[in-house]
């Protein structure tokens, strides 16, 4: 596996120094200039300079290498896939793993450091557990929320795997596994909702009632309007219920509250003339009824009279 300014070689590194070994894990697993390393190790940029050297000469090094690897940044683009003019975007997942098994060298890479890289995804190392925390350059864009989730499955499933043999460690063995997601953000791009809120420069923040954490906001980022959900536990099922109440608003475009509020207005000023009238009419109605009621008796009275009706 070859990257800038490094040659992997298929021998062990067991022909190292520590001292060799720590640096070259500096410069190729945690990207770290010269400079940089000189400080974390308390010594000289010139003391790092000759381990660079002897890393040259041994072959772990290319010699194109110069000032050191730079962190690789990912470059995924917020722009919908060909096709796709709206589209749920993943981004913002964080990630606990609690270790089933530890080994002694993850016990002593983490007294050296418990924070590393992976695929620019920052990762945190504890006594019972590790943290991942995608990296802010990240996302999974889909036409649904179900979508990205599975994309970023797909993703997670090999960095895991990439974890637990870099660092000699157990967090997945069939149903035993124990990772759970932390944080998940589900973002529709483009939302005219939010665009519209946006260039008015209203900001609209929603909270939950049972634990008052942040579930919705409108939001304009990297050049994009979103409406996001962002609750750290149902952000997924608020994503699909938020999109049918949006969908509803563009396909039918139902009466807003103050329509519907004066609708119920009118129907209850109707309502109270329609009692009106229908008061008369029962008030009628029951003079009809006394007038007939009398006209029978007044019938009733006649044939007893024999007289002719």
Known sequence: MNKKGVDH???SRQSLSSEQREILTMLTED????????VRRRTSKQAVYKTIA?????????????????KRRTTHT??????????????????????????RYYDELKGKRNLIYVDDNTVTLHRES???????????????????????????NSIFSQLENRLKVIFIKGEATRVKQCN???ANINSEVAERYNRQKKKVKLYTREDGKLWFLFDYSKSVHEDECLHS??????????????????????????????????????MAYFGDNLKSHVEAIQTLSASVKHLNRLVEALRGRNEPV
């Open 233 to 270: 536990e149902t952000a997924l099922d608020d994503r699909g219920k938020v999109n049918k109440q949006l969908n509803d608003w563009r396909d039918n475009d139902p009466p807003t509250l103050s329509e519907i509020s004066g609708l119920v207005m009118r129907n209850a000023e109707s």
């Open 54 to 70: 002897k890393l040259r000469k041994k072959g772990y090094l290319t010699r194109g290498y110069t000032r050191g690897l730079k």
């Open 9 to 11: 070689k298929e021998n």
């Open 130 to 156: 590790i943290r991942v925390f995608c990296s802010p350059h990240r996302s999974f864009l889909a036409d649904s929320e179900e979508r990205a989730f599975a994309l970023s499955l797909q993703y997670w």
């Open 31 to 38: 990207y770290e200039t010269p400079k940089n390393i000189a």
């Open 78 to 103: 917020l722009k919908p896939p060909k096709g796709l003019k709206k589209g749920v975007r993943l981004h913002g997942q964080e990630f606990n793993c609690k270790l089933i098994h530890r080994s």
């Open 184 to 186: 998940h953000h589900f």
